[in-house]
């Protein structure tokens, strides 16, 4: 089992930054390629960013590109997702996910732990 723990989500106006954190627990967090996903009002969970397990690899949505950076430290068992620029439509909770993967994946059913999310809001 890995527990993620998501932090680092608030309230925020147009155009500033936020940054969200996943503390990871339980089996060993290097193992796992690790992702970002988010759930806006009335709409389904999207990918956001992916880390690969060694950390060489993002992949990114393209609403989010040159936006938002996600990246990881595996000393600390943690992923990071750099979030400048806000836009209103980022408003969502936010969902850290471990994936049983060396690269760096975008499909939801591909991870395979998840945590309890975080939210953003995004004000104009």
Partial sequence: ???L????GGMMQAG???RLSCAASGRTFSNYAMGWFRRAP???????AAISRGGGT????????????ISRDNAKNTVFLQMNSLKPEDTAVYY???DWSIVARTTESEYDYWGQGTQVTVSS
């Fill in 42 to 48: 009335g709409k389904e969970r999207e990918f956001v």
């Fill in 58 to 69: 993002t992949r990114y949505t393209d609403s989010v590109k040159d936006r938002f950076t």
């Fill in 5 to 8: 723990v998501e932090s680092g």
């Fill in 16 to 18: 500033g930054s936020l």
């Fill in 96 to 98: 850290c996910a471990a």
């Fill in 1 to 3: 089992q890995v527990q």
